[in-house]
């Protein structure tokens, strides 16, 4: 069983329409959860992280995240997309598989115009 | 937060060949990272290099393929020997936050094996 699941692989949405990239881990122990964005022909830039305190987390470009323990869950969202956010967004996970950071498949979003 | 450079940017390489990728960091860093990136991939980690000691593999990743030197805290490199198509990748390096886990990457090396 995958320790990091991205329910989506890819996701088109409209310039200025809310979305949200989904992910799920599979863990009983305390984990560090992240987002991270590749734009095209990029690096990794982190985009948010939950450590600890409120399940709410907000980071850059507007984008935010909610822990949700119980169903194991660290969803992304953004209320209003631009073309800009076309790029690919990973789910990360430290200590689900070991102390280590473990990534999610990769949900690809494409924004149109 | 850390500055991290890769050298070569990208490669295209013969089958049978080796590639040494660099990787420098602008502080000092206990630990370093290596990530595969395959085409319409994820990452996968290769291995973790501390300075000082072996570099410890990840399953389903070997020392004779990918040998992993870190000579200091500043800098490490990785090998992709005897390479074939597969190994067509984009290989990253990352360095790890002791405080907040967080994970800053270098802008990866894109390696084509022909």
């Known amino acids: 069983a995958q320790s990091v699941t991205q329910l989506d692989s890819q996701v088109p949405v409209f310039e200025e329409a809310p979305v949200e990239l989904r992910c799920n881990y599979s863990?009983?122990?305390?984990?560090?959860l992240f987002w991270y964005v590749q734009y095209p022909n990029q690096g990794l830039q982190l985009l948010l992280k939950y450590l600890s305190g409120s399940t709410l987390v907000k980071g850059i470009n507007g984008f935010e995240a909610e822990f949700n323990k119980s169903q194991t869950s660290f969803h992304l969202r953004k209320p209003s997309v631009h073309i800009s956010d076309t790029a690919e967004y990973f789910c990360?996970?430290?200590?689900?598989?070991?102390?280590?950071?473990?990534f999610g498949g990769g949900t690809r979003v494409l924004v149109k115009p | 937060s850390a500055v991290i450079s890769q050298k070569p940017s990208r490669d295209i390489c013969q089958r049978g060949t080796s590639l040494t990728i660099q990787c420098q960091v602008d502080s000092q860093v206990t630990m370093m990272f290596w990530y595969r990136q395959q085409p319409g991939q994820s990452l996968t980690l290769i291995a973790t290099a501390n300075q000082g000691s072996e570099a410890t593999y990840e399953s389903g990743f070997v020392i004779d393929k990918f040998p992993i030197s870190r000579p200091n805290l500043t800098f490490s490199t990785l090998t992709v020997s005897n390479m074939s198509p597969e190994d067509s990748s984009i290989y990253l390096c990352?360095?790890?936050?002791?405080?907040?886990?967080?994970?800053?990457f270098g802008p990866g090396t894109r390696l084509t094996v022909t």
């Open positions: 863990s009983s122990v305390s984990v560090y």
């Open positions: 990352s360095v790890e936050s002791l405080e907040t886990y967080e994970q800053y």
């Open positions: 990360a996970v430290w200590g689900a598989a070991g102390n280590k950071l473990t």
